[in-house]
């Protein structure tokens, strides 16, 4: 190092950015880079989200078709080899309730939760909770437990 290649350390010196609209003496007076006229030259122009210049956008383009049901419940589903599997883990022991399956993380605090019949259940448990398909609840009362609709 000597006095021919200093410089300051990476990230100290901050290039400014030119300083437009101030004046012709400048270079960067008059229009300030906006060009002449029209729109984009104004202050406070904004173009709206999806506007393609004119050309009918995307969004009005494309059809719109099917509804939302305002009505619909939607559940989370729990099958029986989850359900197994907690047992074989030693997780629950003869009670499953929505507390329980809300600690394991199988489900959250507002969710409705239906029990579904993949896989099979060896071991009888007293299972509690919103809903339960007709194999899931036939698999669990044949393992010996009850299924209790809340």
Sequence with gaps: MNLSNLKPAKGAVHKEGKRVGR???SGKGGTAT???KGAKSRSGYSKKIGFEGGQMPL???V???GFTN???KEYQGINLDTLQDLVDRKVIKD???LDTL???RLARKNDLV???GRGELKTSLKVSVHKFTASAKAAIEAAGGEAISL
Excluded: A, C, S, Y
Aim: charged fraction near 30%.
């Design 95 to 97: 009670t499953v309730t």
């Design 70 to 72: 305002i009505n619909r």
């Design 63 to 65: 059809p719109k078709f």
């Design 114 to 116: 239906k029990i579904l």
């Design 102 to 104: 809300i600690e394991n």
């Design 23 to 25: 004046g012709q003496g």
């Design 59 to 61: 969004q009005r383009r």
């Design 34 to 36: 906006r060009g002449h």
